[in-house]
């Protein structure tokens, strides 16, 4: 998130597509594309977030999609935010026991707990074998996926 540049980004009418250069799971740097839909609700949809963001923003092509902020609150278009400013915020609003990562497992038990299949949200953390979405999932699963609710009692 934080090497992502302006120009990573498209959007159609169905949504954001981001253009992922490298990351932990894409270290020969191959990329990807990831699709982010529109969200049903406007006040939380993040393609919407991202278009006002890059409204007032006002930067483009290779300026960093997220910049750093000096001390005098001003936006720096020429750096890149550092991924421990991403890991500071999330702990400032989330509290101490949330970190960057925690994102990636709220991603994973949410869409789960909506109903989305696990080859899916595999799909789209990247992960290159089912194990960890599964194991980040399984406390939901055993009340949303339980067999005994299958038994008719």
Known sequence: MAALTVADVIFSDKGADIRIKRSKTDQTGAGDFKAIPY????????????????????ATGDSPLFCTITKGDKLDRTSHIAGKTVERIVKQYF?????????????VVTARENGADMAAIQTAGSWKSSAMPYHYSKQSDKWNGAAAFKLGL
């Open 95 to 107: 509290g101490t026991d949330y970190s960057g990562h925690s994102l990636r497992v709220g991603f």
């Open 39 to 58: 969200g049903s609700n406007p006040a939380t949809c993040p393609v919407r977030s991202l278009q006002a963001w890059l409204n007032v923003y006002q």
